[in-house]
């Protein structure tokens, strides 16, 4: 055995203590020396795709053609040169509808609206399809009660797919659901999640709802307006129509998509027809812009009433102008069925959503605003009246 007494245990440790300690390699030298490395790294093994995910990769690529890009253009004349110049005024997605180059999208998308109130639709747009080719478009057919708009688009029929029906009345809370949009034309995106909630109401922003709306979890930001919300089978059972907000900034997750048996009610309409007929009261009414022109912001003026019309029938009168060409008013309308008239568009969305409901009514009861009363005028298809005064008197719009 070797003994080793605590002198030579002193001196071996002191020893250690004043040996020389090897260098610290530098940061410079730490990066040289692993640089010697770099190298590509040894792709991992792929793992077999699931069946869900084959699936949404298949659904996705037959969906894209059927898929586009619209932006409205507003032309705008230069009262001097009389040159015309295209201004974008917005845009977002459609679907090709059927093999005649029909396409369908929210109606908000190619309207033009100042300082909140609605002042006319664009009748030109462009469509951009799925292989980057950009077709001149015109408008054909508008509801605003369904914000619906549909397109005739001057495309190469090759160049788009009708997309394949399915029907929301079948549908499950917890379905799979797949959303395509085109945003801002940088080419399709796909998200995907599953149906959260049947029968919802959507607000149109015309004191309209429509009605048996689906509502789903899967990201429908700006710009994906119009396109369409697919079933894991890459049919069509609604159009991605509106979203919640955080404040205005942004998507918080809850999107809300117009039913396709809906669509299926209104787009042949609209392609046949060009509007969806609601009943014929006989007379119009100034746009906002011309109201606002001769000094009226709310109800919506009367410019012209048809003799022979329910209108006409019931008394209805018309703005006029004196010897001077001065303007002189008529009736005003503050209200329809009980409910405020806001604006010409709010008011065709009122008649398109009864047209459709099939809610016919013998009578219609307008509140009018007639030389500084408030009466009630009936309008009735064969027989029109007018009611007793029955609010107090209000100021007569001065022009």
């Not at 990201?219 to 890459?234: E, F, V």
């Not at 064969?382 to 209000?394: V, Y």
């Amino acid at each position: 055995m070797i003994r080793i007494s605590l002198i030579a245990l002193l001196a071996l440790s002191m020893f250690a203590q004043n040996a020389p300690k090897p260098a610290l390699p530098t940061e410079d030298a730490t990066i040289e020396r692993f640089r010697a490395h770099a190298k590509p790294r040894q792709v991992a093994p792929s793992a077999p795709m699931g069946l869900e995910e084959q699936n949404t990769i298949r659904r996705f690529k037959e969906a894209r053609s059927s898929v586009v890009f619209v932006s409205a253009i507003l032309k705008n004349r230069d009262p001097k040169t009389q040159d015309i110049t295209k201004i974008p005024t917005g845009s977002g997605t459609g679907f090709v509808w059927d093999g005649w180059g029909h396409i369908v999208t929210n109606h908000h998308l190619i309207s033009v609206e100042q300082g909140g109130k609605l002042f006319g639709d664009v009748e030109e747009v462009e469509v951009t399809v799925s292989n980057g080719n950009t077709y001149k478009g015109r408008v054909i057919g508008v509801s605003f009660a369904y914000d619906i708009a549909v397109i005739q688009a001057f495309a190469p029929p090759a160049s788009m797919r009708p997309i394949p029906l399915g029907r929301s009345s079948r549908l499950l809370v917890g379905q799979s659901v797949l959303a395509i949009g085109n945003p801002y034309g940088l080419d399709h995106s796909l998200s995907t999640g599953v149906i959260s909630a049947l029968g919802r109401k959507i607000a149109t922003g015309y004191n309209t709802s429509i009605l048996n709306s689906i509502q789903t979890d899967a990201a429908i930001n700006p710009g994906n307006s119009g396109g369409p919300l697919l079933d894991s089978g890459g049919r069509l059972i609604g159009m991605n129509t509106a979203i919640v907000a955080n404040k205005g900034e942004g998507s918080v997750g809850v999107g809300f998509a117009m039913p396709v048996d809906t669509l299926n009610q209104v787009v042949p309409k609209l392609i046949a027809k060009g509007q969806l007929e609601p009943p014929r009261m006989g007379f119009q009414v100034l746009s906002a812009f011309d109201a606002q022109q001769v000094g009226i912001a709310h109800g919506l003026v009367v410019s012209e009433v048809e003799a022979d019309s329910p209108a006409g029938r019931a008394g209805l009168r018309p703005l006029t102008r004196d010897l001077s060409g001065r303007i002189i008013l008529g009736d005003i309308l503050l209200g329809y069925q009980g409910e405020p008239l806001e604006s010409a568009g709010q008011f065709m969305a009122m008649l398109e959503y009864l047209a459709v409901v099939g809610m016919s009514q013998d009578e219609v009861i307008f509140d009018v605003l007639r030389e500084g009363q408030i009466i009630k005028v009936v309008l009735n298809l064969k027989n029109a009246k007018i009611l007793d005064k029955s609010r107090p008197p209000a100021p007569t719009p001065s022009i």
